[in-house]
């Protein structure tokens, strides 16, 4: 069974811009989370979803955003980028919605200029 | 709020020798707790976990048992490889916390581990 997926790997963008990261799930799970992982503050939560609903956010500012489609799949939209969004951005599914089991796709590098 | 605490690090090791994270945790209901390795440039790999107490979790010769009375979940593995090289996290899911819990892991800081031939 295929893993986690992120597209794309690796990015590049200038402060002001926006991006879209793109995470599908392991086939069958219905739960994705998406997290932040820098140096500075280690890895943090971003927001959940569960049947194309958020249930689940973390302290992080309103540029922040996601969404989740009918087949699992999800998005995560960062708008008006600034320096300090640079990290890697993690995604991870698990089976149903009250599985605490996590697999997390290999990320997305994130670097804006 | 939950919180997990790692040892500081970095940790460095001969190949064979043996080893201990430790990991200590703060929850407000009854968590879930599990170890994760990072290997460069990839994402994170569920190692062992464990859902209650005195549960031990084992995998590729890594043990974990969920201490209750001390809230720990230290790491150990009794002789490391090169391979072994990797950061590794400890983090908790504590889902009877409600809502807010939901889809979320809380992660310690992250304990890089150099294992040397």
């Known amino acids: 069974k295929a893993g986690v997926t992120q597209t794309p790997r690796y990015l590049i963008k200038t402060r002001g811009q926006q991006v879209t990261l793109s995470c599908s799930p392991i086939s069958g799970h219905r739960s994705v989370s998406w997290y932040q992982q820098t140096p500075g503050q280690g890895l943090q939560f971003l927001f959940e979803?569960?049947?194309?609903?958020?249930?689940n956010k973390g302290n992080f500012p309103g540029r922040f955003s996601g969404r989740q489609f009918s087949n699992s799949r999800s998005e995560m939209n960062v708008s008006t980028l600034e320096l300090g969004d640079s990290a890697l951005y993690l995604c991870?599914?698990?089976?149903?919605?009250?599985?605490?089991?996590?697999?997390f796709g290999p990320g997305t590098r994130l670097t804006v200029l | 709020g939950n919180s997990v605490t790692q040892m500081e690090g970095p940790v460095t090791l001969s190949e064979e020798a043996f080893l201990t994270i430790n990991c200590t945790y703060t929850a407000t209901g009854y968590p879930s707790l599990f170890w994760y390795v990072q290997y460069p440039g990839e994402g994170l790999q569920l190692l062992l976990k464990?859902?209650?107490?005195?549960d031990k979790g084992s995998n590729k010769g890594f043990e974990a048992t969920y201490r209750k009375e001390t809230t720990s979940f230290h790491l150990e593995k009794g002789s490391v490889q090169v391979s072994d090289s990797a950061v590794y996290f400890c983090a908790l899911s504590d889902l009877g916390a409600g809502g807010t819990s939901y889809g979320k892991l809380t992660f310690g800081q992250g304990t890089i581990l150099t294992v040397h031939p």
């Open positions: 991870a599914s698990s089976l149903v919605d009250y599985s605490d089991t996590q697999y």
């Open positions: 464990a859902t209650k107490a005195d």
């Open positions: 979803y569960f049947s194309e609903t958020q249930r």
